[in-house]
């Protein structure tokens, strides 16, 4: 499966962007979705993900309340949408996609595929 992340930009503190995972290749619907972030110097960290069926959602704590992801109708997009964005939210963000896993995982080592990333900036 092909991963395409795009909607990411430059925003103020405080504002809200929606990102998208577009999938080609084989049925989203079957793979677990996560989504990662990485920042100028750190690590790449989970964000948030969602499973496969009647889905079940996870986030990280720096973005509970804040992020929402979920499935589009097409069943070949899922959704990241970020609220009250905080400057510490810039990063790189990723999506993935993993096959044969039961969870959610929050290890990047887990997912099979990746998407080329989306840059998102939060200014103060």
């Known amino acids: 499966v092909q991963l395409q992340a795009s909607g990411g930009g430059l925003v103020q503190a405080g504002g809200s962007l929606r990102l998208s995972c577009a999938a080609s290749?084989?049925?989203?619907?079957?793979?677990?979705v996560g989504w990662f972030r990485q920042a100028p110097g750190k690590e790449r960290e989970f964000v948030a993900g969602?499973?496969?069926?009647?889905?079940?959602?996870y986030y990280a704590d720096s973005v509970k309340g804040r992020f929402t992801v979920s499935r589009g109708k097409d069943k070949n997009t899922v959704y990241l949408q970020m609220n009250s964005l905080k400057p510490e939210d810039t990063a790189v963000y990723y999506c993935?996609?993993?096959?044969?896993?039961?969870?959610?995982?929050?290890?990047?080592?887990?997912?099979?595929?990746w998407g080329q990333g989306t840059l998102v900036t939060v200014s103060s």
């Open positions: 993935a996609a993993a096959a044969y896993v039961l969870d959610v995982p929050r290890d990047v080592g887990r997912y099979d595929y």
């Open positions: 969602i499973s496969r069926g009647a889905p079940s959602t």
């Open positions: 290749g084989r049925t989203f619907s079957t793979y677990v």
